[in-house]
């Protein structure tokens, strides 16, 4: 069964450093979304993007966030310099079409020191 | 804006007992309705979903009814196993166009004791 895939699965890095997350999609997928879990609070979304741009963003996605889809396969969430408070679960969707089913990835967690 | 307030967990029960989880959300318009599953090690799965009012959502057991009247979505199962347990996350979106933004609950972690 197709499936969403993230990398790394835990991934530690000291406050101010840039970190990559990476995620594949399902590949007929046209939609693609990043979402976070603070530890213990709410699944929160961070931004959605289609046709090569971000559709929609929440207020968490400041200029220190970017996304990027740099081939046919991955999706990428940079974060340019890390803060304590980003340490959280970041999960990765995709979607066929806008309004259907979003299909997660098993998440990386992001540990800032 | 949109929001979803599940119960508080975590919950605790005995195999083969009558599981409901209550949900009640805040929307304008029609929003669509999911539960998610988030089994240990593993990313969050879409368990079932209702997209109009009256709509039940059902999979592996599971049932959810959309309430318009109460604004609810609670989760029911009539007798739950150890292969139960997991984190269920309530959610909705309201977008019937575009990207689709899912707004969740704080998840409700459930643990099933034989």
């Known amino acids: 069964e197709p499936e969403v895939t993230q990398t790394p699965s835990h991934q530690v890095t000291q406050m101010g450093q840039e970190v990559i997350l990476r995620c594949v999609p399902i590949?007929?997928?046209?939609?693609f979304y990043w979402y976070r879990q603070i530890l213990g609070q709410k699944v929160e979304f961070l931004v959605s993007?289609?046709?090569?741009?971000?559709?929609?963003k929440s207020e968490i996605f400041d200029d220190q966030f970017s996304v990027e889809r740099p081939d046919g396969s991955n999706f990428t969430l940079k974060i340019r310099s890390t803060k304590l408070e980003d340490s959280a679960m970041y999960f990765c969707?995709?979607?066929?079409?806008?309004?259907?089913?979003?299909?997660f990835g098993q998440g990386t967690r992001l540990t800032v020191v | 804006g949109n929001s979803v307030t599940q119960m508080e967990g975590p919950v605790t029960l005995s195999e083969e007992a009558f599981l409901t989880i209550n949900c009640t959300y805040t929307?304008?318009?029609?929003?669509?309705l999911f539960w998610y599953v988030q089994y240990p090690g593993e990313g969050l799965q879409l368990l079932l979903k209702?997209?109009?009012?009256?709509d039940k959502g059902s999979n592996k057991g599971f049932e959810a009814t959309y309430r318009k009247e109460t604004t609810s979505f609670h989760l029911e199962k009539g007798s739950v196993q150890v292969s139960d347990s997991a984190v269920y996350f309530c959610?909705?979106?309201?977008?019937?166009?575009?990207?689709?933004?899912?707004?969740f609950g704080q998840g409700t972690r459930l643990t099933i004791n034989p």
């Open positions: 969707a995709s979607s066929e079409r806008g309004h259907t089913e979003a299909f």
């Open positions: 959610a909705l979106s309201d977008r019937i166009q575009g990207a689709q933004k899912l707004v």
């Open positions: 590949s007929n997928h046209l939609y």
């Open positions: 929307a304008t318009g029609y929003p669509s």
């Open positions: 209702a997209t109009k009012a009256d």
């Open positions: 993007f289609y046709n090569n741009e971000i559709s929609e």
